[in-house]
């Protein structure tokens, strides 16, 4: 992967980035040449030997603490959800007795919500890179008679997490959930985790971060690299 600028004269003064280590993202920025940081998403990756950010942002201490405990350099948490989209509607019927949020991939574990009684829904996205992995998820849910949608926008996620009796995230160590569990929060609906996930647990028991806290954060760590 080549250089990410255009010529010697091309300069910025910081660029941010969103993914896990060893993502295209994270590979198009390892040839910056300027200052940068990386918001952190995943933790399945390869860890850097060299870690070329001057400051990485990550979701919960469980990462700092158990992946980016060998990383050097700056690190600033930084999460948050949009509590101004994601709130409580108090006359909200139930429609769905469980709901589970995320894309269509193996480490979601969205299968697990087969073994559920009632009505059962699963929102999320298709792997543009691995597709086949989300269609084999989708129509197994399918046969199984689990309701599947494609991702919506927030207002009308946050209704359907409000119609939700219970928001079930079965996800492993590696499968995200982080965003779910703060959206579900935010609507004041009740979350059921795995026991296998400490990463998620963190999030259940600890404060709920809005979107303007995530946006100091962001602004801190930033502003420190300056």
């Known amino acids: 992967m080549g250089p990410p600028f255009p010529d010697s004269d091309w300069h910025v003064d910081f660029t941010l980035g ?13 040839h910056h040449p300027f200052k940068k940081g990386l918001c952190l998403a995943g933790n ?13 942002f990550y979701e919960t201490e469980w990462v700092k603490d158990n992946y980016l405990n060998k990383v050097e350099g ?30 269509f991939s193996y480490w979601k574990r969205h299968e697990r919500m087969i073994a559920k009684s009632g009505t059962k829904l699963v929102i999320g996205e298709i792997q543009r890179d691995n597709w086949q ?11 199984a008679g689990v309701g599947v949608s494609d991702m919506l926008y927030p207002t009308k996620l946050r209704n359907i997490y409000n119609c939700s009796e219970t928001i079930y995230v079965p996800a492993d160590i590696n499968g ?3 965003r779910c569990i703060f959206e579900t929060r935010a609507c004041g609906r009740p979350i059921e985790i795995e026991k296998d996930n400490p990463k998620l647990q963190e999030l259940v028991d600890g404060p709920l971060f809005d979107h303007h806290y995530y946006k100091e ?3 801190e760590g930033i502003d420190s690299c300056l």
């Open 18 to 30: 969103w993914g896990a280590f060893g993502s295209k993202v994270d590979q198009w920025l390892q």
């Open 44 to 56: 399945a990756t390869p860890i850097p030997t060299v870690n070329p950010y001057d400051v990485i």
């Open 74 to 103: 700056k690190k600033v948490h930084a999460f948050g959800v949009n509590t101004d989209i994601y709130n409580k509607w108090d006359e909200a019927p139930i429609i769905w007795d469980w709901l589970s949020v995320g894309s």
């Open 133 to 143: 992995e989300s269609f084999d998820i989708i129509s197994n849910l399918l046969l």
């Open 176 to 178: 995200g959930g982080e």
């Open 217 to 219: 954060q962001l602004k």
